[in-house]
């Protein structure tokens, strides 16, 4: 589907070739090329890198592609992961930025939690997911000793 302005005089060379949303776009293209790898290129992907997304990837794991005995595996891009812990938070923070805590102060500001302390949260999230990649345990782990390495303070370490 064409959008340009003069696409009257470009419609024999155009090659616009979907019509829909973007995410519709997304999940049609991903098909196709796992579709025709076989035929085209002799290959199969066995392994699908995507953004979180799981509508391409439910597209073509239920497609089997390559029949009912190959399953593509689906894998996560560490840097969408660590995105969508910080959007998580940052929302976390916005949603409950009037309800007091405990100690009666907010969850935002001063020494809580700003938006310099989640980028921290992001980057040590990366960090503890990519040196202990082999094991969902030793990610646990170290996701929570994280966490409590970001809440110490010298007066209670």
């Not at 019509?19 to 290959?43: P, T």
């Not at 029949?67 to 996560?76: A, D």
Request: proline content about 2%; aromatic content about 8%.
């Amino acid at each position: 589907f064409c959008r340009c302005p003069d696409k009257e005089n470009h419609l024999d060379t155009c090659s616009a070739n979907y019509q829909g949303s973007s995410g519709g776009m997304e999940v049609a293209g991903v098909k196709q090329i796992f579709d025709r790898s076989l035929s085209n290129y002799g290959v199969r992907y066995t392994k699908y890198l995507g953004d979180g997304d799981c509508k391409a990837y439910s597209s073509v794991a239920e497609s089997r592609p390559y029949g009912e005995n190959v399953e593509v595996q689906k894998l996560e891009c560490l840097g969408h992961v660590q995105k969508r812990m910080g959007t998580r938070l940052r929302a976390l923070k916005q949603k409950n930025s009037k309800t007091k805590l405990r100690d009666g102060k907010t969850l935002g500001g001063r020494n809580r939690l700003t938006d310099t302390v989640i980028d921290k949260i992001q980057s040590y999230y990366g960090k503890a997911i990519r040196s202990n990649n082999t094991s969902v345990e030793d990610i646990k782990r170290a996701v929570w000793a994280e966490y409590f390495h970001l809440i110490s303070t010298n007066k209670d370490p």
